[in-house]
């Protein structure tokens, strides 16, 4: 007799714990590879994990997904800030989720892009996107980001400094 097995698709989560499971992956990849990496605790908060560098704290906003986009993502504004995207689209329970690593200058190309193709586009001093129509973040999918898939040593590069 044959036994088939098949693995669970991960089940949806609602946004809380959605939020939670990226923050917990995210330091998770980080503390694989050596890195302190520190979840901060709360509701209102703009920062998910602090990691420490010699000299300085990184801060490190973490978005998850389970569909086709990461909506209204604010971006970061400083070059010691990092934005990790992660995919748990199309994910079963066991896979490891894709992770997209940004730093400053892939915010501000993604940022030019979008005021390429809405004009009345504004961007305030921590470089926060505000549509003509009011909505305000960016609607990201992968393909947008493929270019960061994986890059972790953006961050170990501003450890190592």
Not at 29 to 35: G, P, S
Request: charged share 35%; glycine share 6%.
């Amino acid at each position: 007799m044959f036994v088939i097995w098949r693995r669970k698709n991960m089940q949806k989560l609602t946004k809380e714990f959605l939020g939670l499971v990226g923050e917990y992956a995210v330091a998770s990849e980080l503390c694989k590879r050596n890195v302190y990496a520190q979840l901060t605790i709360g509701r209102h908060k703009s920062t998910d994990i602090l990691v420490e560098t010699k000299d300085n704290v990184m801060k490190v906003q973490v978005k998850a997904k389970q569909g086709r986009e990461w909506p209204g993502v604010s971006g970061v504004s400083r070059s010691s800030d990092y934005l990790v995207l992660v995919d748990f689209q199309k994910k079963n329970e066991d896979d490891r989720p894709d992770f997209y690593i940004l730093d400053i200058i892939d915010w501000k190309k993604l940022i030019e892009g979008e005021k390429e193709k809405f004009p009345g586009l504004e961007i305030d001093n921590k470089l926060r996107i505000k549509y003509p129509d009011g909505w305000k973040g960016l609607n990201l999918e992968p393909n947008q980001v493929e270019a960061c898939k994986g890059k972790w040593d953006k961050i170990f590069t501003e450890i190592s400094k």
